[in-house]
């Protein structure tokens, strides 16, 4: 299957300071990629949407301040987590479609604040 | 958006197979079913994908029943590797803009 590659596979940060996550669709292009967050013994939750070249869109209760997407290629997603606190801390997983549809999942990202 | 419902934990014999059941009595005629798996501190993996007759790959069978009001992703042999978190989902949305919402999935133990 198509690979997804998220970066960093963890990261700790400073309360207060920001992170910005990676997902790069390796051998494919994905015009929409998704993020979603889990906590854990939680399942995924979709926080929003982002289509290449467009503005991202969120799902309810998630702040589009908060959590910046950029989809500025085919390849790559970024999400960057502002002001980072440290509920904001758990695991962030990126998902690309390629165009047949299919959805394929990165590794995921474990966000630690302190 | 069709919702699905599954146990919550499953567990099986190693060298068995594993019926993992899911009931999506919601589902709408151009609506597929998805089965996915994550495996603890890992990014979910796709397992395989149905509309309305039975599929099989090189991981599992899922098998749709007529009304599509349910279907049943077996592992034909279960493995210790197989000890993960399935989720079945409907595909909400038309093919260019549907989403996967995850439910809360059966958290599968195969045992030696």
């Known amino acids: 299957g198509a690979v997804v590659s998220q970066h960093p596979s963890r990261v700790i940060c400073k309360s207060g300071t920001s992170v910005k996550i990676e997902c790069r669709s390796l051998?494919?292009?994905?015009?929409?990629m998704f993020w979603y967050r889990q906590f854990p013994k939680q399942s995924l939750m979709l926080m929003a949407t982002s289509n290449e070249g467009s503005k991202a869109t969120y799902e309810q209760g998630v702040e589009k301040d908060k959590f910046l997407i950029n989809h500025a290629s085919l390849t790559l997603s970024t999400l960057t987590v502002t002001s980072a606190h440290p509920e904001d801390s758990s695991f962030y997983i990126c998902?690309?479609?390629?165009?047949?549809?299919?959805?394929?999942f990165g590794q995921g990202t474990r966000l630690t604040v302190v | 958006d069709a919702k699905t419902t599954q146990p919550p934990s499953m567990d099986c014999a190693e060298g068995r197979a594993a019926n993992l059941p899911c009931n999506h009595s919601?589902?709408?005629?151009?609506?597929?079913v998805y089965w996915y798996r994550q495996i603890h501190s890992q990014g979910p993996q796709y397992i395989i994908h149905?509309?309305?007759n039975n599929e099989t790959n090189e991981m599992a069978s899922l098998i749709i029943t007529e009304d599509r009001k349910s279907s049943t992703l077996i592992l034909p042999h279960a493995t210790l590797r197989d000890t993960a978190v399935y989720y079945c989902?409907?595909?909400?949305?038309?093919?260019?803009?549907?989403?996967?919402?995850f439910g809360s999935g059966t958290r599968l133990l195969v045992r030696p």
């Open positions: 998902s690309a479609r390629d165009v047949s549809f299919q959805a394929f």
């Open positions: 051998d494919f292009q994905a015009t929409t």
């Open positions: 919601t589902i709408s005629g151009n609506e597929y």
């Open positions: 989902i409907v595909r909400a949305g038309m093919d260019s803009s549907y989403k996967l919402i």
């Open positions: 149905g509309l309305k």
